[in-house]
Structure formats: structure tokens, C-alpha cells
């Protein structure tokens, strides 16, 4: 029994007492009436009492319910902190609750800018293109929980049509796989009208054979007023946590391999046995899985940072003396300090770091060789770090290379035209030659056998010249003879 229960009982029990020393002392001197109302006077109050008792007994049941419910609203609220916000005090805070997630999801999204999905084509032709945009934009931000309000900063999902894109304005079109995820860029183009919903655009540059067909191939498109920023956690699984071999957390391969349309199993394959263009795929998915993992033999020196620690105090100047604005110089200068002053230090534009403290500071490779060589810094683990694409130049980039590749294509196609006219010429010519050659041939042939015939005839003359000469010779001294031999009988008389 609680204490009130029995505070009542013993109130009871005391009025009881008095009631009968009351009526014992003063029964002789009242009256029948007196009496009878005393006693009625008294049961009053007993009522009174139990009904004050049950009154009691409710407001204490339901005081303590409201203490009960307090408390556990109390532990609620903490508890939904907790999951908002995060420990208090915890020096290592969870990131990964709703407020820092929610402020990080409309970070991104503010740097990601505006983006359709799903807008439909409409009308293609050479000139320009049309489609519809959806109701809303796709970077629309959850409602906040509980009725709080949403994230600082977090951007707010603007309506369709003519109050989203204007005319002049800039964007980007992707073509999209059935799950409204980007396929392939479509290119860069500029607004030229908009009538509610539905936009006309015109590319900015020519467009490629390739960019056609993904016009073509696709009913739906990604409209993006800014071209994505790329990320090394945007690759890792929902909810992993950095660790020292994984410092972005473990990498999603199977969304990797999906986005990127590469096989998986390529990652696994010797290099040796796959084609180059194999080759090459491997190598830019084996560089998105092993993003942030430890560095493998043979990785370049700019894909890696070092864990280092500090020999010896070392000054760095970590903020420039010029102050801008993100808007028209950027956050850093090409020194890599800082220009905005949103992320300058309070304490001053160098930091000093500390010889031998316990903090795991991670230096960029050349830069760590450098500190190295100084005998500034001593180097640990070997971290492999994918360099960030910048869309923004790399697909203008890599349009501008494609379009030098195809006027290329065509000046060489030309060229092997001229050259394959040129090889039908010489081949006619070297028919003709072989033909002449054939009847230089046939002439050399029966010009040697005349010329064997002439040679043998010269021989014959010859040899009959000779031998004319040798019988000429001899009659000419058969006739010197027989002339002597007349002259000396006539003229010279005989010797006696």
C-alpha cells in the first residue's frame, strides 16, 4: 500500500476514535437529534475522505504515467538527436546521420545544378532538337522527418517548364538506359526557345556520328544546366566506412562495372591475354575499383599519396594573399592555396606541421619524394588515388580530339583514294612495261640470233677473204714469178 493509502486509513481510524469518545462524553447531555446528526456528520466526512482518497489515488496514477511519458519523450527526443545529429561529445562524430548526410546530399546537389530526368524527345532534326521536361527536377531533397526544417543551403526543387530553363541558358543531354540513368553524352547545346514545358535547343558545336546515333537511340534524355563533378565517394557501397586499406570506404564494383559497361571479370583477367582495346577497358576499371586501396607495383608516382610523418617542424603557406570568390577566381590558386575567403584560416596563412605527432597526415607523391629527399618527412603506406575526371574539359576534350580524328579519317580516306588511283595507274604502267619488256624480249632474242647469224656470216667472209687473200697473194707471187722470170730472160743475159 502507498503512503497516501495509509495516511487515509489512518485518518479514518482516528476520526473513528474521536467519534466514540465524543459520543461517550457528550451522549447525556445532547439530544436524540444532536446525536444523530453528529454521527451523520462524521460518515460526511468519511465520504469525503474515501472520495478525496480515489482522487488521490487517480492523480498519483497519472502523475506517475506523465513522469513516465516525459521521461521516455525525453530519452526519445535524445535519441532522435542522436540520429539526426550524432553524439554530442563525440570527438570522432558519425557522419553518416541524417543532418550531415542531408547537408552533404544538398552540398552536392548545389554543385551538381539542376538536372531532368526522363524528358522526352519530342522532334529531332539536323538543326536542333525538342523535348519535354518532366514535372520536377531530379535533385528534389527528401522532406526533412518530425517536421523539421530542411538542411541550410539545401536547393529547392523548382516547377517545369518556362521557370526552370530560359532561353540562352546552356545545357548538357545524356541519353538514358531504361532505368533513367545516363548512357552516353549527347553534347552541349544552348536554349533557343521554351514554351511551358516543352524546349527547343541547338548544339554549340557539330555534332559527331556517335552523338547521333545516341540522339536516335534513345526516347528519354538527362538534361543538366551543370556537367557532373566527379567523386571518389560517389563509387563507394551505401554505408561503408573509410578504413586504413580503404581510405574512401570499400568501392561498389557491381555499380561500377554496370555504369561503366564493363564486364567484371575483365579486373581479374592477365593483361597479356586480353586485346588492347580489352586492355584499356580493364585499366579504367581496375582504376575505379582500387580507388583509395593500397598502391600496387608499378603505379605512377602522381596516382599515389603517402602516409607520412613528420621528422621535423615544417611551415607551409596553406592561403593566398589575394582574396576571391569561387564565382571568379576559384577556391585555390595554381599553388594549391587557398583563395576564397569562406575556407581561409582564422589563425593565419601557414600551418606548422608538428615533428612526431600521432595524427596520420597523407602527402601527395611528388611532393611527399620531395619532403622525403629533405629529410623532411618519413614515408609510410602507398595509397592509390584515382585522379578526378573534369568533365567539363575532358568531354569538350575528348569532342575536339574526336572531330581532329574524323577531318584526320577523312583527309587520310582521300589520301588512300589518291593513293589506291596512283597504285591502279602504276599497275596499268607496269602491265604496259611488262609488255614492252616482253617484246624488248622478243626483239633481243631475234636481234641475237641475227646477230649470231651476222657473226657467223663475218666469220665465213672473213675466212674466205683470208683465204682469197692467201690464193691472191699466191698468185700474185706465182705471177712476181713467172713477171721475174720473163723479164730476166729477155733482158738479162744467161750467166756463163
Request: hydrophobic share 40%; net charge negative; charged share 25%.
Amino acid at each position: 500500500m502507498e503512503l497516501s493509502g495509509m495516511l487515509v486509513w489512518a485518518a479514518v481510524l482516528v476520526s473513528l476514535i474521536a467519534l466514540i469518545i465524543f459520543l461517550v462524553k457528550g451522549f447525556k447531555g445532547w439530544g436524540a437529534w444532536m446525536t444523530v446528526l453528529f454521527v451523520v456528520l462524521f460518515i460526511e466526512g468519511w465520504c469525503y475522505l474515501f472520495f478525496a482518497a480515489t482522487v488521490n489515488k487517480e492523480r498519483l496514477a497519472t502523475q506517475k504515467q506523465h513522469d513516465s511519458l516525459v521521461k521516455k519523450v525525453r530519452e526519445l527526443e535524445q535519441q532522435k538527436n542522436v540520429l539526426l545529429y550524432g553524439e554530442a561529445f563525440d570527438p570522432k562524430p558519425d557522419l553518416q546521420k541524417y543532418v550531415p548526410l542531408s547537408n552533404e546530399l544538398g552540398r552536392v546537389l548545389i554543385e551538381r545544378g539542376r538536372a531532368w530526368r526522363g524528358a522526352r524527345v519530342a522532334q529531332v532534326t539536323p538543326r536542333a532538337l525538342t523535348f519535354e521536361l518532366p514535372a520536377q527536377t531530379a535533385n528534389s531533397q527528401p522532406a526533412a522527418p518530425g517536421g523539421l526544417t530542411p538542411a541550410e543551403g539545401a536547393p529547392v526543387p523548382a516547377a517545369a517548364g518556362g521557370e526552370t530553363l530560359k532561353p540562352t541558358d546552356v545545357i548538357y543531354l545524356f541519353s538514358e538506359k531504361e532505368d533513367f540513368t545516363p548512357r552516353a553524352y549527347i553534347g552541349e547545346f544552348k536554349v533557343e526557345t521554351v514554351a511551358g514545358s516543352n524546349v527547343t535547343a541547338i548544339p554549340t558545336t557539330i555534332l559527331t556520328q556517335r552523338q547521333i546515333q545516341a540522339i536516335s537511340s534513345s526516347p528519354t534524355w538527362a538534361v543538366y544546366d551543370l556537367l557532373p563533378i566527379d567523386s571518389h565517394l560517389a563509387f563507394a557501397k551505401p554505408g561503408s566506412e573509410p578504413s586504413a586499406e580503404e581510405i574512401f570506404g570499400t568501392m561498389d564494383s557491381d555499380a561500377i562495372s554496370r555504369l561503366l559497361e564493363i564486364p567484371l571479370e575483365l579486373s581479374t583477367r592477365d593483361m597479356n591475354s586480353m586485346s588492347i582495346a580489352e586492355a584499356n577497358r580493364a585499366k579504367i576499371l581496375n582504376a575505379y575499383l582500387q580507388d583509395g586501396t593500397r598502391a600496387r607495383e608499378g603505379t605512377p608516382l602522381e596516382s599515389i599519396i603517402y602516409e607520412v610523418e613528420f621528422l621535423k617542424d615544417y611551415e607551409l603557406k596553406v592561403d593566398s594573399n589575394i582574396t576571391n570568390n569561387a564565382e571568379t577566381g576559384g577556391f585555390f590558386n595554381p599553388e594549391g592555396q587557398a583563395v576564397d575567403s569562406r575556407i581561409k584560416r582564422e589563425e593565419g596563412q601557414t600551418f606548422v606541421f608538428k615533428a612526431n605527432e600521432k595524427d596520420v597526415f597523407k602527402i601527395y607523391g611528388p611532393a611527399a619524394k620531395k619532403l622525403e629527399m629533405e629529410g623532411v618527412v618519413k614515408l609510410g603506406a602507398a595509397i592509390f588515388v584515382r585522379p578526378l575526371n573534369d568533365y567539363n574539359i575532358g568531354l569538350k576534350s575528348t569532342k575536339r580530339l574526336t572531330l581532329a580524328a574524323i577531318d584526320e579519317f577523312t583527309v587520310i580516306e582521300r589520301e588512300v583514294k589518291v593513293a589506291e588511283r596512283s597504285q591502279a595507274i602504276t599497275q596499268e604502267e607496269l602491265i604496259k612495261a611488262e609488255d614492252t619488256q616482253r617484246r624488248l624480249e622478243a626483239d633481243q632474242a631475234q636481234y641475237k640470233l641475227e646477230l649470231d647469224r651476222v657473226t657467223s656470216e663475218t666469220v665465213r667472209v672473213e675466212q674466205e677473204l683470208q683465204a682469197k687473200r692467201q690464193e691472191a697473194e699466191k698468185l700474185y707471187k706465182e705471177l712476181v714469178g713467172f713477171y721475174n722470170a720473163r723479164v730476166q730472160k729477155i733482158d738479162v743475159p744467161a750467166a756463163k
